[in-house]
């Protein structure tokens, strides 16, 4: 489960506060996929953020008593020095998992061929993306924190078998996903939420979101 308790955050734009949570209090259960709905703007890769770890509430307390990801697409991981090869062993080891089997999924699904023994610093964008999507599902999560959807890449195959991973993991775990429209969190979800002047709005149906979003647009 993953639970805000009372939970506030917030940023001083330079004119004035912009407030992302205020107060809030939410839970997220293990087997019930969420979609956020929030508009462009309004904090939703900053609660994604929070919901990973990487950010910290302003006030509050946010609880995990399951195994959250990093962000999908999140590329702060990466170390640009070293080699895919050196970051993949390296994260794996972080996370307690066999280093030989997460370089060789990775390898298998990332196909970079020679540059997987390349520094990261000289990949592409869509080099860098493949990686770290090919991680985040070497890791094997209890929740997968989505930001706007898949990402995609030129790839093709890449794009094939990432996504029929991704579909078979939906089938045993959580994804919480956020994004500014409804058809994005219809792949994923059947419960939704809506942000809504700092507060998060919970729906059994994404139906019921959506109503409340459309009229508060």
């Known amino acids: 489960m993953l639970e805000f308790d009372n939970v506030s955050k917030s940023f ?4 004035q506060r ?3 949570l205020d107060r809030a209090s939410f839970r997220v259960e293990i087997g ?3 979609g956020i709905l929030a508009p462009n703007g309004t904090g939703k890769t900053t609660i994604i953020n929070m919901m990973s770890g990487l950010e910290k509430p302003d006030e509050g307390e946010i609880r995990r ?5 990093f962000p999908l697409g999140f590329m702060g991981g990466l170390i640009g020095k070293h080699t895919a090869r050196e970051n993949v062993r390296f994260i794996a080891e972080l996370y307690d998992l066999d280093p030989d089997y997460v370089e060789a999924f990775c390898r298998w699904l990332c196909e970079l061929d020679e540059y997987f023994e390349m520094p ?3 990949f592409s964008a869509g080099m860098r993306s493949r990686l770290s999507f090919a991680l985040l599902l070497a890791l094997d999560f ?3 924190l989505i ?3 898949m990402p995609s890449t030129a790839d093709v195959n890449f794009n094939r078998k990432a996504g029929s991973i991704l579909r078979e993991r939906l089938e045993r775990t959580t994804i919480v996903v956020v994004s500014h429209q ?3 969190l219809e792949k994923f979800c059947r419960s939704a939420a809506v942000l809504r002047n700092g507060q998060l709005y919970m729906f059994d149906t994404l139906e019921e979101a959506k109503a409340l979003y459309d009229y508060e647009g």
């Open 120 to 122: 990261v610093s000289t």
């Open 32 to 34: 019930n996929s969420l």
């Open 12 to 15: 001083w734009t330079g004119k």
């Open 65 to 69: 008593s399951c195994r959250v990801s």
């Open 182 to 184: 409804a058809a994005t």
């Open 142 to 144: 209890d929740m997968y």
């Open 18 to 20: 912009k407030v992302i």
């Open 147 to 149: 930001d706007e959807g």
